[in-house]
């Protein structure tokens, strides 16, 4: 089963009244881009979760984020009376010294003032203790887990696309046999008609044979078929083996690409050039989903 590189994972924990949040979201990359948003209180731990983090996802641009709640009990801030007084003083003194400014109420200057910056100061200095720390190591692995789960999903779908672009191609490849067949004898009668242009000149028969023979191994495509088969079996196999195999479907498809392509540039018939483009734009689909498998 392979894994997508999409995902999207989010978890939540309490911790003394104080609510945890914890999101995770991912998309395709070559290898592992984190980036991190972590509240203050657990910037210490950075490197644990950045390792949590690389251990479970392995690749991809990911969106790391943990942020707080808290309760106005929790949150523990207290009006600063110093500020509040200065800033009480200041309005009291513009009014004053401005010609046609009227000093506010006092509803109106404690809506005034609860608007002003710096009004509030901490009561409390947070410290991350081990237990709060558990709580959020719980909570991330659990986001990390929501986003695997998501990438499992998005790798199943991908998986079933995959397998349909491989089976057309398949019934493409065996849908040119008819028309190599034809071209044989089309190569013959044209070979033919160009001889019987000649008026009075005699050719060796033999000759022709040789030179039909000739036409027939350099326009063969037997062993790019063969191998075309192997990739398309090889790349179903190696879907199966789990996830981390985005890169080796990847070099699988191009040599996938290097077959179509030589069956196209050997094909000397509208019929089996239209097939191969056809083989082309599956490929191509295949080529572009696979860049976002892990």
Known sequence: MIYSMTGYGKADAEYNGKKIHVEV??????????NTRIAPLYREKEIELRRMVAAELERG???????????????GSTLNPDIVAAYVQQIRSISQNVEGLQAPSH?????????????????????????????????????LHQLTLFRQQEGEALMKKFNKNIDTIEALLRSIEPFEMQRVE???????????ELRGVDYDKNRLEQELIYYIEKLDINEEKQRLTNHLNYFRETMANGRGQGKKLGFIAQEMGREINTTGSKSNQAEMQNIVVKMKDELEQIKEQVLNVM
Do not use: G, H, Y
């Open 186 to 196: 089309k190569i013959r009668a044209r070979l033919e008609d160009r001889l019987a």
């Open 107 to 143: 509803a109106e200057m404690w809506e005034i003032l609860v608007r002003l910056p710096e009004l509030t100061q901490s009561s409390t200095v947070e410290e991350l203790t081990e237990e709060e720390w558990a709580v959020v190591a719980a909570a991330t692995q659990e986001a």
């Open 25 to 34: 979201k991912s998309l395709n990359s070559k290898a592992l881009d984190l």
């Open 61 to 75: 641009k990911v969106d790391f984020s943990i942020w707080c709640e808290k309760s106005a009990e929790q949150a």
